[in-house]
């Protein structure tokens, strides 16, 4: 069976170029006979989609981009629209339900990627991976991001950060803690140069499960978080 590079090189993605189809295969080589729906933000000339349904078997692959593509794929459904609009997010989700693996490989822009993950999460399945490429442009003000200030809010980096933190949320247990969107959702984040994979999957806090003694504080606290829910 040939490897995500061998089927690459049928097709002329910057996939082949930037490294990323040898972190694909690592990931992907499970999925590959698995009944699976992918979304792929960004078509450009539909190369990356064509590889994608020459090396999953049986998955049900869509592609979205802002602009109108006037060519057709086999096996491929092709939605026209922003991916920063949830009203089109929304149509695409109500024709997939849901989803095993997103990738972003769209505008690029931070504020883009973020009200993208922020509304497609929700539709990824339990252990569902979702990709984010070209993470070069969260250091590069036309993008949103910044070279100079790597703390800048609201960067494509700096919201995947902020995502390992939700890894490791139970450790912030204090007095009116409450849970932000993502905690407890977030099973891993990996990072390679310009890509992110972030894996759906409730984290289970393996140190404190059996051990931890149930005190009076922990009580006080359990009633104060559910009188703040
Ligand atoms: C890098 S290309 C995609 C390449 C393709 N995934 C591949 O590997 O062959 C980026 C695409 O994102 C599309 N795009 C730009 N802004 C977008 C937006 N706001 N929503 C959806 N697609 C967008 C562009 O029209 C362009 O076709």
């Known amino acids: 069976m040939n490897t995500l590079v061998e089927i690459g090189k049928k097709y002329p993605t910057s996939k082949n170029v930037t490294g990323f189809l040898e972190i694909y295969e690592i990931f992907f080589k499970n999925l590959r006979d698995k009944e699976i729906n992918i979304l792929e933000i960004g078509v450009d000339n539909g190369d990356s989609l064509r590889l994608w349904r020459d090396y999953f078997s049986k998955a049900k692959i869509c592609g979205i981009d802002i602009v109108k593509k006037e060519f057709k794929i086999k096996d491929v459904e092709i939605l026209c629209g922003d991916q920063s ?18 990738i972003d490989d769209g505008s690029h822009v931070s504020k883009h990627i973020i009200a993208s993950f922020n509304f497609l999460f929700k539709y990824l399945n ?20 910044s070279r100079f200030n790597l703390d800048k809010k609201n960067t494509s980096m700096n919201f995947l950060k902020s995502l390992t933190d939700s890894i490791n949320y ?23 140069q310009n890509i992110s994979i972030v894996k759906k999957g409730e984290s289970i806090n393996y140190f404190y499960k059996d051990t931890k003694k149930i005190t009076f504080f922990d009580k006080l606290k359990k009633i104060i ?5």
């Open 170 to 192: 139970e450790h912030k247990d204090r007095p009116f803690f409450k849970k932000k969107k993502f905690d407890g959702m977030i099973k891993s984040v990996h990072f390679y």
């Open 225 to 229: 978080s559910l009188i703040n829910k």
């Open 85 to 102: 609009d949830h009203n089109f997010l929304t149509e695409v989700v109500e024709k997939f339900k849901n989803f095993d693996v997103i």
């Open 126 to 145: 339990q252990n569902g991976l979702y990709i984010i490429e070209d993470l070069q442009t969260s250091y590069i003000p036309r993008f949103g991001g």
